[in-house]
Structures are given as C-alpha cells and as structure tokens.
C-alpha cells in the first residue's frame, strides 16, 4: 500500500508570492490533515477535510487554505507569502474519526525568501 | 498551543541502553498517541493508547498512561543507533475534535 506522498519536496519563494502543495493520501482514507513545523512553534494544526469538506480549522489566517477533491487528494494554498511561513508543511492522512492513527508524508520545505 | 509537553527536550544516550521519554498533558483526554520523525522526513505512528488503558507495548517500545497525573511515558528498551529521531506524543483531548494535538518533541541520540 502506497504511503501518503507530498509534493514538491521543497520550494522556494519570495514575500508576496502565493504557492500550493498537494498531497495524495493512503488508498481508502478519506480525512486529511495539514500541519505546519516550524522549530519555534512545534507542529501545529491548520485544518482538516473530510470527503471535500473542511471539517475543522486550527488558528491560521485566512491566507492559508486548502481545499480536497473527490479522490481524497488534497491541495492547500498560501496566499500572500511572509517570512515566517517558512516552514516544514506535513500532510496527513486517516481513516477520519477518533483513536484513528495519522499516517504522514514527508512534507514540503518551504523557503520564504 | 501544546496540550502535551515532552520531557526531556534532549537525551543522549549509548545503544543497548533504555530510553524514556514522558509526556504530561493539561485537560482530559480519549487517547494519546506517540510518534516518530527522523531528520527531514513526516511523523511515524508508534502506539495509540486509549484513556481507559495503563499500557501498551509493540516490540521494544512500552507505554504508560496515568490519567490521575495526566501523564504519559514511553520506554524504549536496547536502544539502537536507528532508533536516533524526534518523538512526539499527541493528545486527543475530551470533548474536543478528535484532531490529535502534538507537543515539541523530544530529541534522542543513541550514540553507536
């Protein structure tokens, strides 16, 4: 069974630019997760969709969105880039639902020049 | 914010040695989960336990959960140079979102 694969890998980008990640999940899960690492904040939670619709949000602003398509891919976009968005951005991926596991890819590093 | 907390944020340690790793966390929970991220790669998920259970093991690594403490400790038994790698534990807290919240991590080096 294919893992949960992000991409690209890495990306750079200057101030004011937009980007988008995408992410394909595990076959047959129907929630997915995004979370942004950063080494001054830890893993923090941005949102997750579950069969197309975002089914809960972290504490991000509206410059960050996603959105998740009928085969469970998911893409999320950040408008209007800032330095500090520099980070690792980690997909996750899950059945959906409580005691659920989260399987991960191996995220996108982006660099805010 | 973190609902769990590792401690310690680092540890060094020679292989063949245990590791422990303990997790305290603040509101009640349905469950606590640990995982694993090597350098440059995603999280790897080890062990859910739920609130109604004190422990679990898979292969070398034990969990404990003590719900009256509102803790958690993960025990990795003849540590191996391989299992060198941030370890998280991530909380799903009572009443809220199943969306498991991961605390800062700590760092182990099992020197070789």
């Known amino acids: 069974k294919a893992g949960v694969t992000q991409t690209p890998r890495y990306l750079i980008k200057t101030r004011g630019q937009q980007v988008t990640l995408s992410c394909s999940p595990i076959s047959g899960h129907r929630s997915v997760s995004w979370y942004q690492q950063t080494p001054g904040q830890g893993l923090q939670f941005l949102f997750e969709?579950?069969?197309?619709?975002?089914?809960n949000k972290g504490n991000f602003p509206g410059r960050f969105s996603g959105r998740q398509f009928s085969n469970s891919r998911s893409e999320m976009n950040v408008s209007t880039l800032e330095l500090g968005d520099s980070a690792l951005y980690l997909c996750?991926?899950?059945?959906?639902?409580?005691?659920?596991?989260?399987?991960f890819g191996d995220g996108t590093r982006l660099s805010i020049l | 914010s973190q609902q769990g907390e590792e401690d310690p944020q680092a540890l060094s340690i020679q292989e063949g040695e245990n590791a422990t790793m303990n997790c305290s966390y603040k509101t009640s929970i349905n469950n606590l989960q640990w995982y694993r991220q090597n350098s440059g790669r995603g999280l790897v998920h080890l062990i859910l336990i739920r609130s109604n259970e004190r422990e679990k093991h898979s292969g070398r690594l034990r969990v404990t959960l003590d719900t009256s403490k509102k803790s958690s400790s993960l025990l990795i038994t003849a540590s191996r140079a391989a299992d060198t790698a941030s370890y998280f534990c991530?909380?799903?807290?009572?009443?809220?979102?199943?969306?498991?919240?991961f605390g800062r991590g700590t760092s182990l080096i099992v020197h070789p």
């Open positions: 969709y579950f069969s197309e619709t975002q089914r």
């Open positions: 991530a909380t799903d807290a009572a009443g809220g979102s199943y969306i498991p919240t």
């Open positions: 996750a991926s899950s059945l959906g639902g409580r005691n659920q596991p989260q399987h």
